[in-house]
């Protein structure tokens, strides 16, 4: 792929030059004016994104505060380098290479002070333990790319660089930033973290929908293939989503979504914060409004294999089976390692007695992801059914050995059928 390498050692970066005649104290004096208007213009972007004016400084200060060799402000030199080369009116070409550098100069500071942890994308958490995953790097770099008047713009990537879906339950966020000569670079920070090739934004992609996507099926620019554009508000609706999200995995519904809600009202485009909303809306038992939801997802974005899973999932509870296994099955076209989807169209199948279907379903899953306890443990089930005792067992191990919580489970099935099947030994055996 064509991609610029990261510049392990940024250069130092002088302090303002004065005129002739300007005294130390006087220099001093216009540095820190020109910090403190960086230092304002950094707040301001952070509180756009919906974060408290306390977060904001604490932001600001840490930004602020990474120092070079010489122990002068990263940050603040890049504005300067980039001001005056505007200033000084040279060619746009020239002028595109400088906002390039910038790019790559501030990709790698970034990826210098913050580690790389799943755990963390709100800011606030960023500056404490200076970890972040894509969404958090993202804020950072958009932050100080828009506070040194970079005309950079955050993007919602839908497939990567290599063809394919995003794994299901994953969403990845990074950044492109507009060049002076009208080219386009596209900047990502994790993993990896890299500054594309310039490329002519309106060459390389084409519109579907509310997505931008990548004409050259080969990709010899090295970049993703499928992107969302965003804005400022797009960036704050990714924080509410993804504010929602978890909110939903720790069982806080009604916080779930009121977040995806705010996600909703102030980036009606962002298919996520309708899922999430779905999500939300199904847990807390609200069918309806969850399919309602998932629809909408799925108008933004048909091919959101996850939002047609959720939506199956809801069908399936409200009785609607033949509409649960069309959603599933095309989930499963448009993602075929989709293993939940797999073992969610088999407990369908099998709630309508069609125990051989749910079986290769099962199979599916598993084929596609070997730690799946309940596909197990559901494909045990059926083979008790169908009278295969032996395979039962083997399943009910598997389920009990990957999932000690499904002990409870494997010993109903075994009583309900006479296996024979030992939960104690199988627990044992997963404590080993």
Not at 132 to 144: E, K, P, R, S
Not at 341 to 364: C, F, K, P
Request: glycine share 8%.
């Amino acid at each position: 792929m064509m991609k610029r390498g990261l510049i392990a050692a940024l250069m130092g970066v002088s302090l303002v030059i004065v005129g002739q005649g300007c005294s130390p104290s006087l220099q001093k004096a216009e540095s820190q004016e020109s910090i403190n208007a960086l230092s304002a213009r950094i707040e301001i972007a952070t509180t756009n994104l919906g974060y408290s004016q306390q977060t904001a400084s604490e932001f600001a200060g840490m930004v602020i505060g990474w120092r070079d060799g010489s122990g002068n402000s990263i940050v603040a030199g890049l504005d300067r380098k980039l001001a005056l080369a505007r200033q000084d009116q040279i060619s746009k070409s020239g002028l595109a290479g400088i906002e390039q550098d910038i790019a790559e100069r501030l990709v790698a500071e970034v990826r210098r002070q913050i580690r790389i942890d799943d755990r963390y994308f709100e800011l606030a958490d960023v500056v404490r333990y200076r970890k972040a995953q894509c969404l958090g790097y993202t804020q950072v770099f958009y932050i100080l790319a828009r506070s040194i008047k970079l005309l950079v713009r955050p993007i919602n990537v839908l497939e990567l660089d290599r063809r394919g879906p995003l794994p299901a339950g994953f969403s990845h966020v990074a950044a492109i930033v507009e060049l002076a000569n009208g080219k386009t670079i596209m900047a990502n920070l994790v993993p990896g973290g890299f500054i594309s090739e310039p490329f002519a934004a309106a060459d390389t992609f084409e519109r579907a929908g509310n997505y931008l996507r990548l004409k050259d099926k080969a990709n010899s620019p090295g970049i993703y293939r499928e992107i969302q554009i965003l804005n400022g508000l797009g960036l704050a609706a990714y924080v509410y989503s993804n504010r929602a999200r978890v909110n939903n995995i720790a069982g806080r519904f009604e916080q779930a979504i009121a977040d995806s809600s705010t996600a909703i009202r102030v980036y009606p485009t962002l298919a996520e914060a309708w899922n999430n909303r779905g999500i939300a809306y199904r847990n807390a038992g609200q069918i309806e409004q969850a399919i309602s939801d998932y629809t909408m997802a799925i108008e933004l974005n048909p091919n959101h294999a996850e939002a047609l899973n959720n939506r199956g999932a809801a069908y399936a509870k409200s009785g609607r089976t033949e509409q649960a296994i069309v959603d599933y099955t095309r989930a499963i076209g448009l993602n075929p390692a989709f293993a939940e989807a797999y073992s969610n169209r088999g407990n369908v199948y099998a709630s309508t007695g069609q125990l051989t279907q749910a079986i290769a379903d099962y199979d599916r899953a598993i084929e596609r992801n070997p730690t799946f306890a309940q596909a197990y443990g559901n494909r045990a089930l059926n083979y008790a059914l169908l009278g295969k005792s032996e395979q039962a067992k083997k399943d009910l191990a598997a389920a009990t050995r990957l999932s000690p919580s499904l002990a409870s489970y494997a010993k109903r099935v075994s009583e309900r059928f006479n296996l024979g099947f030992s939960v104690d030994n199988a627990v044992a055996s997963a404590a080993q």
